[in-house]
């Protein structure tokens, strides 16, 4: 059966046509399985979940599934690194957003956490992730600014743009006890008067 080609509208041509003109990115990671215990997946019980993320020229990271799932509990799991990965990449938004806004961050923590449901047939997906940013910032600064920068920053935050479930983010902004220090005034060494006695 022959399809014939449906003309798009202009605006949709312009939309085509942007979004091929995107500035793109590629990540690339090399995932290797080191839990083989001599008979590879032979049975359930006879292979370690272990292995190795890598990536050129930075270290290495160790890990494992979950210990629901017979996984290294000393190990990161990949459920912990998506949790990780939309904590990671919203704090790093919000830092640049703070430092073209005149928003001074001393410290920034976020317990953050994610529930994933299990389904009967063994499948299972991420239903929400939580971030709770505990966040101090200048005496002086604006609060409601820092506040609102929150919201600014989950909107461009890519990773959390690129999942289907909820990302609630719960911040608090707390003025900081640190004080910053006044830039000291320049020193210019004096010169010895020529009459001075150098004996």
């Known amino acids: 059966m022959r ?4 003309k798009l509208p202009p605006s949709s041509q312009t939309q085509i046509i942007e979004r091929m003109n995107m500035k793109q990115h590629r990540y690339e990671i090399h995932v290797e399985w080191t839990g083989n215990e001599g008979e590879g997946t032979k049975t359930y019980k006879g292979y370690r979940r272990d292995h190795v993320i890598a990536a050129r020229g930075k270290h290495q990271i160790q890990a494992s599934s979950d210990p ?3 996984g290294d509990r000393s190990r990161y799991n990949p459920e912990e690194l998506l949790v ?3 904590s990671s990449c919203h704090m790093l938004w919000y830092l640049h957003l703070c430092s073209l806004n005149h928003v001074t961050v001393f410290d920034y923590q976020d317990p953050a ?10 499948s299972g997906e991420f239903v929400r992730v939580l971030l709770r940013p505990r ?4 005496p002086g ?8 920068l929150h919201h600014e920053a989950h ?3 890519f990773i959390a743009r690129s999942v289907n479930f909820a990302v609630d983010v719960e911040p608090e902004i707390a003025a900081s006890d640190i004080v910053e220090p006044e830039k000291a005034p320049a020193v ?8 001075e006695d150098r004996s």
Do not use: W, Y
Request: proline share 2%; glycine share 4%.
């Open 3 to 6: 399809r014939d080609k449906q």
């Open 68 to 70: 629901e799932f017979r």
């Open 84 to 86: 990780a990965s939309l």
């Open 113 to 122: 956490s994610g529930t994933m449901r299990e389904n009967d047939d063994g």
């Open 135 to 138: 966040v101090q910032i200048s």
């Open 141 to 148: 600064d604006d609060k409601a600014k820092a506040l609102a």
């Open 155 to 157: 909107h461009m935050c």
């Open 188 to 195: 210019r060494e004096l010169s010895r008067p020529e009459s």
